[in-house]
């Protein structure tokens, strides 16, 4: 017998099985993931934390919207030292600039992913991005509460946010690439839900 391969899950889960209105995006169960090069054959890996941020689910696309929040003060990278230079006033600058944003423009459909154009702002600077992105599904918490997931993916040239710091070793640049592969796993519920998951920061829900 011939078995069919199982669609994707955000094939199988449609943005109207979701409540419409705002739901939290839950801090303690979301996280940004990035890679970039360095010295040509390696990549450094780290992790910003998720502020806060809201998901309004309208009637359709064309009506919903993502703000998101990111602490750059949190950033690890597995290196103590390597963090505290990037928070630095050479780098990321954490003082001036305490949170990176993204507020989506325009959220269509693409296949069986959705695309979700926005602005970033980083570093004081804000320009146009757009991140590909997937539900993981949606699921209840232990006390009966709805939760979704999101998956999104995107690449960004940092010199655009004013990031063009390079590092030197013994006299020499150490190449660090460009372009910073992002990867935000988001989980939400209604606003005003209380469930067992860590909590929600309602930073946008004022």
């Given amino acids: ?24 995006i839950d801090r303690h169960n979301s996280a940004a993931h990035f890679a970039v090069s360095r010295a040509y054959v390696s990549r450094i890996h780290g992790l910003l934390p998720v502020s806060g941020g809201l998901i309004t689910v309208g009637a359709d696309l064309g009506s919903s919207k993502i703000n998101l929040a990111l602490d ?7 290196s103590g030292d390597r963090d505290d230079l990037l928070r630095g006033p ?14 989506s423009t325009v959220i269509v459909r693409s296949a069986d992913d959705l ?35 999101f998956t999104a993916t995107t690449r960004i040239d940092r010199r655009a946010f004013g990031l063009t710091w390079t590092a030197k070793q013994a006299g020499n640049h150490i190449h660090t690439g ?29």
């Fill in 115 to 149: 695309l979700v154009e926005g602005l970033a702002t980083i570093h004081g600077q804000t320009h146009a991005i757009s991140f590909t992105a997937q539900f993981a599904g949606v699921d209840q918490s232990q006390t009966g509460v709805p939760v979704v997931g």
């Fill in 90 to 103: 050479n780098f990321f600058d954490v003082i001036s600039f305490p949170v990176w944003s993204f507020e």
């Fill in 178 to 206: 460009e372009k910073v592969a992002l990867m935000v796993d988001l989980l939400a519920s209604p606003v005003g839900a209380d469930w067992a998951g860590g909590g929600i920061v309602e930073v946008f829900a004022e």
């Fill in 1 to 24: 017998m011939t078995q069919t391969a199982a669609p994707p899950a955000s094939a199988m889960i449609a943005w109207t099985d979701l409540t419409p209105g705002d739901w939290l």
């Fill in 72 to 78: 750059p003060a949190g950033i690890s990278t597995g």
